[in-house]
């Protein structure tokens, strides 16, 4: 007869979250912000081919506050992405498969990712948002 006190397969419920969890999940999330925003840089170049007018209403759009919101957003996807995927190239070469340096390279990929983006958007500002 089977036991009905535990659950039969393990889900969410059972893990503690980690780093390590955290990281795996937003490298596939970011992975899919990625792919649906070349849908905007798709946009962006079709609208710069079209002319003045088509890239003021790209422009206008894009400086909205929900224009800079997922501007923004993308540009921390791509940072993300881009330094996590350092850290599994790191992985694939065999280096860092030890518990603590896991953890440490998982926190770099989070802390740089944000600092990268900062360090971006602070350059697109100074230079009045046309870089």
Do not use: K
Request: hydrophobic share 55%.
């Amino acid at each position: 007869m089977a036991n009905h006190q535990r659950p039969l397969s393990p889900h969410m419920q059972v893990y503690r979250w980690q780093i390590q969890m955290v990281t795996s999940i937003l490298h596939r999330a970011t992975g899919i912000i990625l792919g649906v925003g070349s849908l905007l840089i798709a946009w962006a170049l079709i609208a710069l081919a079209a002319g003045p007018e088509q890239w003021g209403h790209f422009s206008a759009a894009a400086r909205s506050p929900l224009g800079f919101l997922v501007l923004f957003g993308w540009t921390w996807a791509f940072a993300y992405h881009l330094i996590n995927g350092l850290r599994h190239l790191l992985q694939d070469a065999g280096r860092s498969f030890d518990i603590p340096g896991f953890v440490r390279n998982s926190w770099i990929s989070v802390i740089g990712s944000l600092v990268l983006t900062a360090l971006v958007w602070a350059v697109a500002m100074m230079q009045g948002g046309a870089a």
